[in-house]
């Protein structure tokens, strides 16, 4: 019986727990993941956390302050299955695996994020060299989005995982984590809440200019347990850069066109007013371009039961 015991408590630890996986998940820890569950599939890998299926309303309202044109369209979006999503950015420590285990030829040409109308080119900067300190445990900047791209094959190929960029509705999903105010926190902001350029919001008081990255942990996690989805970095995403809202996919499915001029980035940065922190608030940049305010977060597909059963890990 005491055999029977072990040979249980064993099973359950190594097969059932994926909070403490340090290699790729099995399929059977793959599909016990629950909402909640973070795991993480090699020692250079970023943490991930398992975010639940749902509906949520994207866009904000006309009403909101700071909010524009471009994200009034409110429209109800479904995400019908659970999937994986970066806990953090990833880091300069991680990104740095991937370039030295791949020798990755990296941009060494940044600009400089002055403000949101001026972002002069920098030669001889680089994720390396962003222009400001930064450790290992910052979020890496200077990447392009084919940059973050490599990074995710690598990254895939690696682990034999489908790893991702996050699309838009992804990303305000997660965001959001059920709320609806312009913060997962509230209606109003401060630089004890997020790193920006200290510009007061909605009434705030005018706060602290930091004029550089922090490390990814800081401040609080989101209810869904989400480092910094405000400030700090923007965040490259799969979508394509639009306008407005009209024709976009209800689904959760990233926004992707034949005519692909720009890609979208979410969350704001550490140079950059509070309104473009909101949940709601959408910008967008050239691909090609790499700047010292821009990162990336990476979403993973999962294998999980439904209620109508086992999904196909390779549809989102």
Request: charged residues 20%; hydrophobic residues 35%.
């Amino acid at each position: 019986m005491r055999t029977v015991s072990a040979l249980i408590t064993f099973l359950t630890y190594f097969l059932l727990v994926p909070a403490v996986a340090q290699n790729p998940l099995s399929p059977m820890q793959e599909r016990a993941l629950k909402s909640g569950d973070s795991f993480k599939e090699c020692d250079a890998c970023p943490e991930m956390v398992v975010v639940p299926a749902g509906e949520f309303t994207m866009g904000a309202p006309n009403d909101e302050p700071g909010s524009m044109l471009w994200e009034w369209s409110q429209h109800r979006v479904m995400l019908a299955r659970p999937f994986g999503i970066g806990q953090f950015a990833v880091t300069v420590n991680q990104f740095d695996s991937f370039v030295t285990e791949t020798s990755y030829h990296f941009s060494t040409r940044c600009n400089r994020s002055q403000d949101a109308y001026s972002s002069p080119e920098r030669p001889g900067f680089s994720y390396r060299t962003a222009g400001f300190e930064q450790s290992g445990s910052h979020p890496v900047v200077c990447v392009s989005f084919d940059d973050a791209k490599a990074y995710i094959a690598w990254l895939s190929g690696k682990t034999g995982k489908s790893y991702r960029l996050p699309s838009e509705a992804e990303r305000e999903y997660v965001t959001r984590a059920g709320t609806s105010t312009p913060f997962w926190w509230s209606a109003t902001i401060s630089t004890e809440d997020a790193n920006y350029n200290g510009d007061p919001y909605n009434g705030g008081a005018k706060g602290v200019f930091r004029r550089k990255t922090l490390p990814v942990n800081s401040f609080a996690a989101n209810p869904w347990g989400l480092y910094q989805v405000h400030g700090n970095v923007f965040e490259w995403l799969d979508d394509c850069r639009h306008a407005f809202y009209g024709g976009a996919p209800t689904n959760g499915q990233p926004w992707i066109t034949p005519d692909c001029n720009g890609r979208t980035i979410r969350g704001g940065a550490w140079s950059f007013s509070p309104q473009l922190l909101r949940s709601a608030a959408r910008s967008g940049a050239d691909p090609a371009v790499c700047v010292d305010a821009i990162g990336f977060r990476v979403a993973r597909t999962l294998m999980v039961r439904t209620v109508s059963g086992l999904l196909d890990p390779d549809q989102r």
